[in-house]
């Protein structure tokens, strides 16, 4: 299972205007054959789908929306037939049917994407997000393995829990190390 992440902000102009900021957090991932599996409680047909799970958070109450799209090569009945099911304070494969808040398995593009539209998420809880697909097999909808991207967005900034530090901001601490490190070493001479 490959997972990248980045976290995109975007300003609108209205927002400028108030000094609000709203943010949204996307990754990208393939279900694959070293995917994990769970039984997808929602679908009835899936005893064994593999998935991927993302833990965020976000800073503001509100509501937000969960987009997935999952590419193909050719026609829609090649992309992965997928599936969003977003929990709250936890995940366990175990017992997936506990704790759901969300979900949805075909969004406003049909079988090859999902949406979560205006859920109300509180500042301080943290998210999972699962996506999976709707079936164990390939289905005339699609298949059950497969790339997905999916964006998170809404009333505030939304921060993948987990996800690796980007380049900028690596850099940043290097330098701030090197500094620190530079003065330490001028105190003890």
Avoid: H
Avoid at 20 to 49: E, K, W
Avoid at 165 to 174: E, S, T
């Amino acid at each position: 299972m490959k997972k990248t992440a980045m976290l995109t902000a975007t300003l609108g102009v209205g927002l400028l205007a108030f000094g609000n900021a709203s943010a949204s957090a996307s990754y990208s991932g393939v279900l694959d054959g070293s995917s994990p599996t769970f039984q997808n409680p929602l679908s009835g047909t899936c005893a064994s789908c593999a998935y991927d799970v993302q833990a965020f958070t976000v800073d503001t109450d509100g509501l937000y929306t969960i987009d997935a799209f999952y590419p193909g090569d050719t026609g829609l009945d090649e992309n992965l037939d997928g599936y969003l099911i977003l929990y709250a304070d936890g995940f366990d494969p175990m017992d997936a049917a506990t704790g759901i808040i969300g979900s949805d398995d075909d969004g406003p593009g049909g079988s090859n994407t999902s949406q979560i539209l205006d859920i109300a998420l509180t500042a301080g809880t943290t998210y999972f997000l699962v996506t999976t697909s709707f079936d164990d097999a390939p289905t005339s909808f699609g298949q059950n393995l497969g790339p997905f991207e999916n964006t998170i967005a809404g009333a505030g900034n939304v921060t993948l829990v987990g996800a690796p530090i980007p380049v900028p901001a690596a850099v940043w601490l290097l330098g701030s190390a090197l500094i620190g490190l530079g003065a330490t070493r001028r105190k003890a001479a």
